[in-house]
């Protein structure tokens, strides 16, 4: 990774800006004509900036070198291509490496007001969270604004979500407006998160492993001339797939590795009561039909109370984990400097 000679380091210029040192994270991909203005737009409040050119072919990295002259800006280049997420974690680890208290991910098209930072990263240093993350939804007024399919795709997306990450109470997983607290990841193993889209769906799902608190942040997303890399139609399919291995991994981390708890009880049960019931019930209703008899009452009960049983014990679980959200922020708070 080559990087040019800045001025001044990054860490030169923290005490200016308080305690807390907060770095923006910009990864750059096909973003030329708006990197300029989305540097240009981050306040005083940052300390550093890393521009991570991930191979791309407008040479964003270099275009950056020649026109930016902030002395915060540090360009960072990957030799090939590595997906969003990866140019995500390379500005993350250096944030890291080089004593940064909070790495906020802003995207170089220009789709991310930097104004909002503060929005993001107030919460985790006032101790509420270790993540956040935008939500372009809250406000309903600036839905009209969105296309069609993508409003329906992130409904999808943000169900499914749910169930995989466990953070039930969030929405637009999809949203790459992001903050994280530096000390969150030495907790997380960032060589098995996703590099590419999933990436940060795929974090969610990683944090709740480790218990990390996760609050949604109202925003309002700019649709100009910028065109998204991202095509929801596109990637549902490969999703709904992934979704389906983490919430795999999460229920078995979350109720069966780590803790067993009556909530692992009601759901071990009740799936087991359901397709129970759920074969019981077919193999003698297909048999009476066969034979064309009706079928006896004390079979149809049999049927029906495994199955509402087990639906029963399953939405207790469901209950279960939505009420155990993490909602308590386990970042390591840096002690104020005299």
Known sequence: MAQPNIP???LAITDTFGPERIAVVIPCYKVRKH??????EI???CAAIYVVDDCCPESSG????EQCHDPRVRVIRHEQNQGVGGAVLTGYLHAQQDGMDVAVKIDGDGQMDPSLLWDFVDPILSGDADYTKGNRFYNLSNISRMPALRIFGNAVLS?????STGYWNLFDPTNGYTAIHCDMLRRLDVRSISRRYFFETDMLFRLNTVGAAVVDVPMDAKYEDEVSNLRISNILMEFLGKHLKNFCKRIFYNY????????SMELLLG???LVFGGIFSAYHWLHSLRQGIATPLGTIVIGMISILSGLQLVLAFVTHDVESVPRRAIH???KLRR
Do not use: Q
């Open 332 to 334: 390591r708070k840096r």
């Open 43 to 45: 306040g005083p409040e």
């Open 159 to 163: 169900f499914m979500s749910k169930l």
């Open 62 to 65: 270099a275009w950056v070198e």
């Open 35 to 40: 990197i300029l203005g989305v540097i240009n």
């Open 256 to 263: 069966y590795l780590r803790d067993m708890s009556v909530a």
């Open 8 to 10: 001044n380091s990054p």
């Open 271 to 273: 799936i087991v009561l």
